[in-house]
């Protein structure tokens, strides 16, 4: 699952994600279970509204690092093709 988004083109980050979700850019998203509840409800409530596909991350660190960074990620996106 995070393999894909290793090479993929992506944005990563929530504020990043979110503006990219409303301008119609994200395929799909990822978002980790132990993300601040706050983060969660914003990126679950953008890509309902968007019709964005939303994948859940056990953790913060291993989204990090799937998205290629060394800091916790709460949540990314793959842009489309």
């Known amino acids: ?4 988004l ?10 990043r ?3 990219a979700i409303q301008s119609g850019e ?3 998203a990822y978002i980790a279970r132990d993300a ?8 679950r409530q953008a890509c309902n509204e968007a019709g964005v596909r939303m994948v ?5 660190v291993q989204l990090g690092q799937a998205c290629g960074v060394e ?4 949540s990314a996106g793959i842009r489309k093709a």
């Open 56 to 60: 859940e991350v056990d953790t913060m």
């Open 6 to 15: 290793k090479n993929a083109s992506k944005v990563v980050g929530t504020r």
């Open 17 to 19: 994600l979110l503006r």
């Open 71 to 74: 800091v916790k990620t709460a």
């Open 1 to 4: 699952m995070l393999e894909k």
């Open 26 to 28: 994200i395929e799909e």
């Open 36 to 43: 601040d509840l706050y983060i969660v409800r914003q990126v």
